[in-house]
């Protein structure tokens, strides 16, 4: 029997995870399962900063962004006599199992303690990458992308006044789902990842292409993590070769994390948040809760971390047929 279980939220801020802790909390305490929530992910696991969760606690939690419980990447918990201080941590407040809201590294993380000392987990997807394996949303991830698509569109205004070219650098160090997702959503002229080889050649052919058609401006969306390098050293490059327009860089940074989280977040999150207090219903243990077609999923752990999720090429095929 789970009686009493403990939250964290790990690594990179999505918004969302506090209507994904609003949900849990909620849902636990109505089956009578008790919740303590530990602060800055794993690290307020080793150091023990805690505090019991009741029904007020997550009170006008459902449309702030961010986390109250706060969010670390803990150094220490990549050893094992750590983990183990966490562990014993766990065991002295009587928490039969953990709740992990973060994406690839912190479910990879909870796997690893789960196998050291054979305590349950339970994983939910919080990523704005929305490149978690086992769900076809993550928490945070629609969210950041309005904010981009908006950033984006305020810039085409002043890029299409003054023949601009411009290169909006958005997150995505290893995978490029926000920048291709928003370049549909944005029209933009092409979208540089990390998942595909660029070439200036390739970007420059397009816009020639523009230009031909009458294209005043353009948008070149890039993803942080591309191999090639950063927003600023493509477009220096570019500009040596192509003198057509001015260019300009915009590196939208941290600014994609923060904010309210969406209608679709707060509804993803709070669907999330109760799969889990029903996975433990049903003793489902060592799963990540995820949505696919629309449906409750549960995935094992271990799979999740052997996997990552994928960019969509159905949408990069999109867009460069219809971005002209």
Same mark, same amino acid.
């Given at each position: 029997?789970i009686?009493?279980?403990?939250?964290?939220?790990?690594?990179?801020?999505?918004?969302?995870?506090n209507?994904?802790?609003?949900?849990? @909390?909620?849902s636990? +305490?109505?089956?009578?399962?008790?919740c303590?929530g530990?602060?800055?992910?794993?690290?307020?696991?080793?150091?023990?900063?805690?505090?019991? +969760?009741g029904?007020?606690? *997550?009170?006008?939690?459902?449309?702030?962004?961010?986390?109250? !419980?706060?969010?670390?990447?803990?150094i220490?918990?990549?050893e094992?006599?750590?983990?183990a201080?966490?562990?014993?941590?766990l065991?002295?407040?009587?928490?039969?199992?953990?709740? @992990?809201?973060?994406?690839?590294?912190?479910?990879?993380?909870?796997s690893?303690?789960?196998?050291?000392?054979?305590?349950?987990?339970?994983?939910?997807?919080?990523s704005?990458?929305?490149? #978690?394996f086992?769900?076809?949303?993550?928490?945070?991830?629609?969210?950041?992308?309005?904010t981009?698509?908006?950033?984006?569109?305020?810039?085409?205004?002043?890029?299409?006044?003054h023949?601009?070219?411009?290169?909006?650098? @958005?997150?995505?160090?290893?995978?490029?789902n +926000?920048a291709?997702?928003?370049? +549909?959503?944005?029209?933009?002229?092409y979208?540089?990842?990390p998942e595909?080889?660029f070439s200036?050649e390739? !970007?420059?052919?397009r !816009?020639?292409?523009g230009?031909k !058609?009458?294209?005043?401006?353009?948008?070149v969306?890039v993803?942080?993590?591309n191999?090639?390098?950063s927003?600023?050293?493509i477009?220096?490059?570019?500009?040596?070769?192509y003198?057509?327009?001015?260019?300009?860089v915009?590196?939208?940074?941290?600014?994609?994390?923060?904010?309210?989280?969406?209608?679709?977040?707060?509804? #993803?999150?709070s669907?999330?948040?109760?799969?889990? *207090?029903?996975?433990i219903?049903s003793?489902?243990?060592?799963?990540? @809760?995820?949505?696919i077609?629309?449906?409750?999923?549960?995935s094992p752990?271990h799979?999740v971390v052997?996997?990552s999720?994928?960019?969509?090429?159905?949408?990069?095929?999109i867009n460069?047929?219809i971005?002209?």
């Open positions: 029997m009686k009493k279980i403990g939250i964290i939220t790990s690594g990179g801020d999505s918004p969302g995870m209507a994904a802790i609003r949900s849990l @909390v909620r636990a +305490l109505y089956s009578n399962i008790e303590v530990f602060y800055r992910g794993y690290q307020g696991l080793i150091e023990n900063d805690y505090k019991f +969760l029904l007020r606690d *997550v009170s006008q939690r459902l449309g702030l962004g961010g986390t109250f !419980l706060k969010s670390a990447r803990s220490d918990f990549l094992k006599v750590y983990r201080k966490a562990y014993e941590n065991k002295s407040h009587s928490i039969d199992l953990l709740v @992990v809201i973060g994406g690839n590294g912190s479910i990879k993380g909870a690893v303690f789960s196998e050291d000392f054979d305590f349950p987990i339970i994983g939910i997807p919080a704005i990458d929305n490149d #978690v086992g769900t076809d949303h993550s928490i945070g991830f629609d969210t950041s992308l309005n981009i698509t908006h950033a984006i569109d305020k810039i085409r205004d002043t890029a299409r006044s023949n601009r070219l411009f290169f909006i650098e @958005v997150m995505g160090r290893d995978c490029g +926000l291709i997702h928003s370049g +549909l959503a944005t029209g933009a002229c979208v540089i990842t595909v080889d200036i390739n !970007l420059i052919s !816009l020639d292409e230009k !058609l009458y294209k005043t401006s353009s948008i969306v993803a942080e993590g191999k090639y390098g927003a600023s050293k477009a220096k490059d570019v500009g040596k070769r003198q057509e327009y001015e260019i300009k915009t590196i939208l940074g941290h600014l994609q994390r923060g904010g309210s989280p969406s209608a679709f977040d707060r509804i #993803v999150a669907r999330l948040g109760m799969g889990a *207090v029903q996975a219903k003793k489902k243990f060592n799963v990540i @809760v995820g949505i077609k629309n449906d409750i999923h549960y752990i799979s052997q996997e999720g994928s960019i969509q090429n159905e949408i990069i095929k460069s047929v971005s002209r």
